[in-house]
């Protein structure tokens, strides 16, 4: 695991959305067609803005959504849907040649089995993730199956996970936020060939040190990021303060 530092949130969601773009650009030039993945929430909001402005062939890429919570309309604030419409997928100059999003109002099994079908059609070539304060890796909150092969599945929201969404303003009150959610699964974020993982602001500083510092473990399931052979960790000062 490679570990980059930024004064602000600014630089550092800048640099990652250009290091995954030159990750995309080598995969479009060899194979002239390219798939990536990305994940939301409120520590994504720079590197979306940088990655949406990138002079890329949209045409040919093929993007997936990382998770989305189980029974909420898209018409909601915290809706992973609409936050990917408004920020990213509606901005780009040209229309992707897919973008796979995961539906949280339709039967959740039916979904993960759809989804894991589509995935399973393709290579990932860069996975744009991030971390949460209990050190989750998607909504895979501690304790994380490091096991299943399942390319997507259903999963329980733990407390922390579920404090940190009420925290960021996504809901009026902690009863309000879903307690479970369709998630991207470890290892099916591990097959991606390159990883770029972008953690700002301090309250991540903890998860961060023991994600990278401590052992690879699935009560701290960002550690298993360690493994990985391509991954960049993109964090700004107040993140890295504690590594």
Known sequence: MNIETFTTKEEM??????????????????????????ATGASQFEMLDKLAEADLPWNKLTGFHLDEYVGLSINHE?????????????RLPLPLAAFHFLDGEVDADAECRRASELIEQTSIDV???????????????????????QPYLIVDLDEACRQQQFGEGWFPDLDSVPRQAISMSVRRIMKSDAIVCTVPDERKAEAVKNATQGPVTPGVPASILQEHPDCRLFLDAAAASLT
Request: aromatic share 12%; proline share 3%.
């Open 127 to 149: 996975a744009f993730v991030g971390i949460g304060e209990n050190g989750h890796l998607a909504f895979n909150d501690p304790p994380a199956d490091f096991d299943t092969e």
């Open 13 to 38: 969601g800048a640099a990652a959305a250009a290091h995954g773009v030159s990750k995309l650009r080598t995969v479009l030039e060899a194979k002239g067609s390219a798939s990536f993945i990305v």
């Open 78 to 90: 915290a809706s992973f849907r609409k936050y990917l419409w408004e920020r990213f997928v509606s």
